[in-house]
């Protein structure tokens, strides 16, 4: 029983940051995989990056490499998506994801509620 809580969206300008928090409530998430999904509207859920339980490992989808990176405070029951140069098709609910590799929606064991991403021009 993983509850896990988005923060940290909110309505920015096309090349501005945003931090992301996830923070996992009565457990632990140290044993799973760790990432971070999108669902723009009228569109498919789709991966955007994970962190494999050491930290050592990340993997994030082409359109955001460069310019997203996922880390995790096992200490602290959290993970993060940092957003830099963010663009207007950036703009998606993000959403918090503890599972295994590979991660995939199928692969999911438990989903944060989401967090509104909304990118200007």
């Known amino acids: 029983q993983v509850q896990l809580v988005e923060s940290g969206g909110g309505l920015v300008q096309a090349g501005a940051s945003l931090r992301l928090s996830c923070a996992a409530s009565?457990?632990?998430?140290?044993?799973?995989?760790m990432g971070w999904f999108r669902q723009a509207p009228g569109k498919e859920r789709e991966f955007v990056a994970a962190?494999?339980?050491?930290?050592?490992?990340?993997y994030y989808t082409d359109s955001v490499k460069g310019r997203f990176t996922i880390s995790r405070d096992n200490a602290k029951n959290t993970v993060y998506l940092q957003m830099n140069s963010l663009k207007p098709e950036d703009t998606a609910v993000y959403y918090c994801?503890?599972?295994?590799?590979?991660?995939?929606?199928?692969?999911?064991?438990?989903w944060g509620q989401g967090t509104q991403v909304t990118v200007s021009s």
């Open positions: 994801a503890a599972g295994a590799l590979p991660l995939r929606t199928e692969n999911i064991d438990y």
């Open positions: 009565g457990r632990t998430f140290s044993t799973y995989t």
């Open positions: 962190i494999r339980r050491s930290g050592e490992i990340t």
